[in-house]
């Protein structure tokens, strides 16, 4: 196996009472080179005070953002802020299996992958016969709703619901997916597909891209992260906006990317657009670094200022 290192990003926003069981589930991952990075999204609620018990650990980096800019530019964020070899991202309310990214990590160092040659590999731009590197790895994984009722997420085929959603049917939630949040990603594949859309779809169309761009996406089989709905979270909070005509924007969005590469074969990359990435405070300033993938040069010059900025935030905060 490799020394692939892994950041583990967490986007929060006043998820104080959950975040500190989250961070502690990232930092047991028994993969021993993992860093875990939380982004505030620009909270308002006692998140820090929380988790300000960790801000000593070498493989802990707290980062809150000067303004609220949503969960994808959140993401986005710790994108842009981390440089691991690979990313996997845990939302406030997921508690991952202590295994999780080790068995990621074992998926993406796999060697000599074949691209059988009777499968169709021209379609989506490989060579029969060819070498494959995986580049993404997701996880089967278990939900458990507000009324308690705990829902295995097994459906590999629902990875395809935007493209053929008459192989969807049964589930016992509407829309049942494999969990692409929790995926771990080659930094490689971030390079080739950039981050995320501003979107509240932002899982469902970034999942769609790297499908039609070829990237070789393997699916572990195990339940390895537990996933916790509660009043407060994305899809059953009014005050997130989820289900609403925004909502139905974002998703016209995603179909129509779908259509495009009916017509074209590819969809394009999406270079990562946050020209106001502002940093309040961050607890380990060292550990952040630039990654190389696709942004605006409005974004890169951002990015610039805040590694510097990040370290004088620290010593204000400090004094």
């Given at each position: 196996m490799t020394d692939l290192s892994v950041d583990i990003i967490i986007p929060t926003h006043n998820r104080a009472h959950l975040i500190d069981t989250a961070v502690r589930a990232a930092l047991d991952q028994s993969w021993w080179k993992c860093h875990v990075t939380v982004i505030d999204d620009g909270g308002t609620d006692d998140t820090q005070a929380r988790l300000a018990r960790h801000f000593d650990d070498p493989?802990?980096?707290?980062?809150?953002?000067?303004?609220?800019?949503?969960?994808?530019?959140?993401?986005?964020?710790?994108?842009?802020?981390?440089?691991?070899?690979?990313?996997?991202?845990?939302?406030?309310?997921?508690?991952?299996?202590?295994?999780?990214?080790?068995h990621q990590v074992r998926i993406l160092s796999q060697p000599s992958i074949g691209a059988h040659e009777c499968l169709n590999w021209?379609?989506?731009?490989?060579?029969?016969?060819?070498?494959?590197?995986?580049?993404?790895?997701?996880?089967?994984?278990?939900?458990?709703?507000?009324?308690?009722?705990?829902?295995?997420?097994?459906?590999?085929?629902?990875?395809?619901?935007?493209v053929f959603p008459n192989m969807q049917m049964g589930g016992q939630v509407p829309g049942e997916w494999t969990h692409i949040n929790s995926g771990l990603f080659r930094q490689e594949l971030l390079a080739r597909n950039g981050g995320f859309a501003p979107c509240i779809e932002e899982d469902r169309e970034f999942r769609n891209r790297l499908m039609f761009n070829g990237e070789i996406i393997w699916i572990v089989q195990e339940l390895l992260l537990t996933k916790i709905e509660t009043s407060d979270s994305l899809t059953q909070s009014q005050d997130t906006d989820y289900d609403s005509s925004r909502r139905k924007t974002d998703r016209a969005m995603v179909w129509d990317k779908v259509r495009q590469w009916r017509t074209e074969g590819r969809v394009d990359p999406v270079p990562v657009d946050l020209p106001d990435l502002d940093l309040a405070f961050v607890s380990n300033p060292a550990h952040l670094a630039a990654r190389d993938m696709p942004m605006t040069d409005a974004t890169?010059?951002?990015?610039?200022?805040?590694?510097?900025?990040?370290?004088?935030?620290?010593?204000?905060?400090?004094e």
């Open positions: 493989r802990f980096t707290y980062v809150r953002l000067a303004q609220n800019v949503g969960t994808a530019q959140a993401k986005n964020a710790g994108l842009l802020l981390t440089n691991g070899d690979a990313v996997t991202f845990h939302d406030s309310d997921d508690i991952p299996h202590r295994d999780k990214v080790l021209r379609m989506v731009g490989h060579e029969p016969g060819s070498v494959l590197q995986v580049g993404a790895a997701l996880v089967q994984h278990e939900l458990v709703l507000p009324d308690g009722r705990r829902v295995p997420i097994r459906r590999d085929l629902s990875l395809f619901d935007d890169r010059d951002a990015v610039g200022r805040a590694l510097s900025k990040g370290g004088a935030a620290r010593a204000v905060a400090a």
